[in-house]
């Protein structure tokens, strides 16, 4: 049973969150605080595995205690949220403080049935992490070289997808802060709700030497630039000749997700075959898995995270064991993964 502390000051969505989550026969909320100072003597009384978080309160902002908590209590936290502008990029704050997932707050965008379905598998996956006191900041990715820049010039026509979920932020800006600004054109899956996922974007393009903008409908994949799929829309690659663009749908969710992971990486397997290269990350469950095994199949490199490295070993897990993935390794190599695999090619095809 997963043991669940509600924090937020609004006693509607307490209401809303506590009866909701009651229905999971896995999950048990255990309490709930109005704000950080009772959040502090109930995680010491209740012992709960998993926090809910709202980052808006009175007395103490939930990022200030969230700061504090992941410093001297490591503790799987989930941050939930307004898809306001101002919310989302609190978010992205939270989730760079070490918050492991994050979901919107029940409003008109969702319904409190898609929030609590949401919510109830963001528990299970925080469940399964593994957050670590913050007593430092992580250690910055390693910065592209000129050469870096030179191994991947001959690879302009190639495409590189990514997929992650739980913990995927961390990993998906770590990747692109060490790619170098010329990269091939990227395609990437974060599972995260709409609007997250501009303010994700926007983080993205201020730290990474790539240009990077939230996927809009036919946007071309171009190097030097990286897409990233909009939240509650599936993202797919299509080709025109010798170009390719993007296509934002709707869709069912597929593996409870949308956008998912299997949608784009079957994709640029028919589309891109061989032209392309895959790396799945850190998440809970399967998706992408079946997606990479199509993009190996089609003559594409995989590389999977590998467990020490993964806040959730589980989406790569499953590539692994179907074979997907020709490669697995920490997350601190595959930019360098990357890049060698590039410039072999590139020399290769010259």
């Not at 502008?85 to 992205?92: F, I, L, T």
């Not at 599936?234 to 409870?256: C, E, N, T």
């Amino acid at each position: 049973m997963i043991k669940v502390l509600i924090v937020d000051d609004s006693a509607v969505v307490r209401q809303v969150l506590s009866n909701e989550l009651s229905k999971a026969k896995d999950i048990e909320v255990v309490g709930t605080a109005v704000d950080p100072y009772v959040a502090r003597d109930k995680i010491v009384q209740l012992a709960p595995d998993v926090i809910t978080l709202d980052v808006e309160m009175p007395r103490m902002d939930g990022l200030t205690f969230l700061g504090k908590l992941m410093k001297y209590y490591p503790i799987p936290v989930i941050v939930v949220s307004s898809l306001t502008p101002e919310g989302s990029d609190a978010a992205m704050r939270a989730l760079e403080l070490g918050a492991v997932e994050v979901v919107s707050k029940p409003g008109s965008a969702y319904s409190v049935a898609e929030i609590s379905r949401m919510l109830v598998d963001k528990i299970r996956a925080a469940a399964m992490s593994r957050p670590a006191a913050r007593k430092e900041a992580p250690a910055p990715p390693t910065a592209p070289t000129e050469r870096d820049a030179k191994a991947v010039l001959r690879t302009t026509h190639k495409v590189l997808a990514i997929g992650a979920s739980t913990g995927g932020t961390d990993a998906i800006s770590r990747v692109l802060m060490s790619m170098p600004a010329n990269s091939p054109g990227a395609v990437i899956v974060q599972h995260m709700p709409e609007n997250f996922t501009a303010s994700f974007a926007r983080r993205l393009n201020e730290m990474c030497p790539m240009t990077v903008h939230e996927a809009k409908d036919n946007d071309m994949v171009v190097p030097g630039l990286a897409l990233i799929a909009p939240g509650n829309y599936h993202m797919v690659l299509r080709r025109s000749g010798a170009k390719y663009f993007v296509q934002i749908k709707d869709g069912p969710p597929v593996h409870h997700q949308r956008p998912a992971v299997d949608v784009l990486f079957h994709s640029v397997a028919r589309e891109a075959g061989p032209n392309a290269l895959g790396v799945i990350m850190t998440g809970m469950g399967a998706d992408g898995a079946r997606g990479l095994l199509a993009m190996r199949e089609a003559g594409a490199y995989t590389i999977a995270q590998d467990e020490a490295s993964s806040v959730v070993y589980g989406m790569p897990r499953e590539a692994a064991n179907m074979g997907a993935a020709m490669e697995i390794s920490a997350l601190d190599q595959i930019p360098r993964r990357i890049i060698d695999v590039l410039a072999a090619e590139g020399q290769s095809a010259a």
